[in-house]
């Protein structure tokens, strides 16, 4: 690689207690990638999300976004830099309105943080809550609360929300879980739309997801790396053939 | 958009308002000076519980005690027959008992940042209990058990504000003011954020909030609303002393806030009246000493069937009759409001 990487993971390890959830990984993210996560149930992927947006700390090893150390920060601040995340079970606002859901996404990066004065004063990011709406079409059901809102939509306002931040490096734990045929689609075709000015990491089971929206793919099984490669790589591994295909020999 | 009269006819602060103007043409002295005056201040405190509770999903133990440590500085920059501490102008005794109560609140929230729900309970009441120990048994700043007595509000423009209607018009003044920040908050950004962090925090640090920051705001906003109540409670009982921060004061703060109804900060002020109508008839009905048990029973009742105080019943009331009165407005021609 000759770019230097957005996102590099060093001989990361995560031990819960005698569980070590994470052991060993090492992961580079060029700018503008979009890089796949796949493994088995309990593999260590989101728990390697959580140590990179910052919730859990590392073991052992280390974590740089844009060259410079973060495994010390906490969340938010990884969040200010930005990192921007989604979530596997959705973590919305439930009782607000989508268009409430969107203006807290949009101060997180850019404030107002402690904004005391009524929302009159604030136009710029009221607007900017209302234009990633429409990015996925929830301008419709902008006043709704997030609670009564369909499942795809749902999993949908959570990739806006972290959208809205304007994030550099976009973590997503299982966008597409869940969701019908249609919706999956649709969400593919958003996530391709998006700028290559954000780089992706996401995790996804659907073979047929990643292997669309992937330039490289990286398998992990019991907490390390047993694969990584571009995604005809990833196609004719052994390894991810048997993982995948129903342990053919 | 609705016209501004309009708006400002359903908000329930400026019901709060016109109640409080009203009351005393209705009432005589001991009415608006004593009682009134007293729910407006007991109602001020539970307001800063009221206000944690709604906006943040926050829970308190520490309230009464905030309060008096607005309280007990009040009192140590005031005149007084004790003779401790050292009067400064009454201006810079309030500023600087509302500057302490807030930091106390600062304080509270720092302390407690790791905690919620039952854990946050816990550790606000060993503060409050910590304070109150401190103040009973030092007795060369704090005079001990005894506290701190003599204490009088000034004199504005030649007006005694101890009198009963200056000082009621004082405390109502507070009162409006605080709830009125507290249904301002509500509408901001900062209000905004606290539902956000009530509802999934991990969320709001991975947008990009400090939550203990967020935290931290909440409990010392409630302490500057517990301290304004701290600061007219002392001149209203022209003393401080340990019984204003003990175990007693704390737990009734909540019953009040939960009493009225924890989700609407007029509930605190319901909650109040509700709490010292009965304190005074308990009292004469029954011992003084079994006001406890009639207190204790209207809040089992309330924690029971009307799971947001009284407020919660009001709002039932009012969803209940709203039809009927729809319909003779729609008969009599009139629109209906
Ligand atoms: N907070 C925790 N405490 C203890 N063990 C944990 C914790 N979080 C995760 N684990 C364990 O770490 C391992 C990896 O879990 P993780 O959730 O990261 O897997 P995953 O790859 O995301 O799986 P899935 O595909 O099911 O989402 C599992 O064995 C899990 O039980
Ligand atoms: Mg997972």
């Known amino acids: 690689m000759s770019t230097p990487p957005i996102l590099a993971v060093r001989e990361a390890s995560i031990s819960f207690g005698a569980v070590r959830a994470v052991n060993g990984v090492s992961l580079a993210l060029a700018p503008g990638e979009r890089h796949a996560l796949l493994g088995t149930n309990g593999a260590g992927k989101t728990t390697l999300f959580n140590a990179i947006s910052g919730e859990v700390p590392l073991t052992s090893g280390g974590i740089a976004f844009k060259g410079s150390d973060i495994s010390r920060l906490r969340p938010h601040q990884r969040a200010r830099l930005g990192i921007g995340r989604t979530f596997q079970t959705s973590l919305t606002f439930a009782d607000r309105s989508v268009e409430d859901n969107l203006r807290v996404a949009v101060m997180g990066r850019r404030g107002p943080r402690f904004g005391l004065r009524p929302w009159g004063a604030y136009r710029p990011q009221v607007e900017a809550a209302r234009v990633s709406a429409a990015r996925f079409g929830l301008d419709e059901v902008l006043a709704q609360p997030v609670g009564t809102l369909s499942y795809g939509q749902q999993r949908e306002l959570e990739i806006a929300m972290a959208l809205a931040g304007e994030p550099e490096l976009l973590l997503m734990d299982e966008p597409a879980a869940g969701m019908s045929p249609q919706g999956r689609g649709r969400l593919v075709e958003i996530l391709r739309g998006l700028p290559r000015s954000i780089t992706m990491l996401f995790v996804e089971h659907d073979m047929d997801v990643a292997l669309s929206l992937a330039d490289r793919i990286t398998v992990m099984r019991d907490g390390a790396v047993v694969a990584a490669g571009t995604p005809s790589d990833i196609r004719a591994n052994p390894l991810v053939r048997e993982l995948y295909l129903g342990g053919k020999h | ?337």
């Open chain 2, 1 to 337: 958009m609705t016209p501004m009269p309009q708006q400002l006819l359903r908000h329930p602060v400026l019901w709060l308002a016109l109640a409080g103007l009203a009351f005393p043409l209705i009432a005589g002295e001991f009415w608006v000076g004593t009682v009134a005056a007293r729910v407006l201040i007991i109602g001020t405190m539970a307001l800063s519980l009221t206000f944690l509770t709604s906006s943040a999903g926050l829970v308190s133990f520490a309230q009464a005690g905030v309060a008096g440590v607005a309280g007990y500085t009040l009192a140590l920059l005031s005149p007084n027959i004790t003779g401790v501490g050292m009067a400064v102008p009454w201006p810079l005794a309030v500023g600087a008992a509302l500057v302490m109560g807030t930091l106390a609140g600062l304080l509270v929230g720092w302390v407690s940042v790791r905690s919620s729900g039952i854990y946050l309970l816990m550790i606000t009441l060993a503060m409050s209990v910590s304070l109150f120990y401190l103040v009973s048994q030092n007795t060369e700043i704090f005079n001990g058990f005894d506290g701190i007595n003599g204490l009088k509000p000034p004199e504005l423009f030649g007006m005694d504000l101890r009198a009963p209607i200056p000082f009621y018009g004082m405390a109502l003044a507070a009162a409006v003011l605080s709830a009125a920040a507290v249904m301002h908050l509500d509408r901001t950004p900062f209000g905004l954020q606290l539902h956000a962090l009530r509802n999934a925090p991990r969320r709001v640090a991975a947008l990009g909030f400090s939550t203990t920051l967020l935290r931290i705001a909440a409990f010392g906003i409630a302490g500057l609303i517990a301290s304004v109540g701290g600061v007219l409670n002392t001149w209203f009982s022209g003393q401080m002393s340990p019984g204003a921060v003990d175990v007693h004061a704390a737990v009734n703060l909540l019953v009040v806030a939960v009493l009225g109804g924890i989700r609407h900060p007029l509930g605190a002020f319901l909650g109040a009246a509700a709490f010292v109508l009965l304190e005074n008839y308990a009292a004469s009905v029954i011992d003084r000493e079994r006001f406890n048990l009639v207190i204790g029973a209207v809040f089992i009742v309330i924690v029971l069937f009307a799971k947001d105080g009284l407020i919660g019943l009001i709002q039932q009331l009012r969803a209940q009759i709203k039809p009927a009165w729809t319909g003779v407005c729609a008969k009599s021609g009139r629109k209906a409001v």
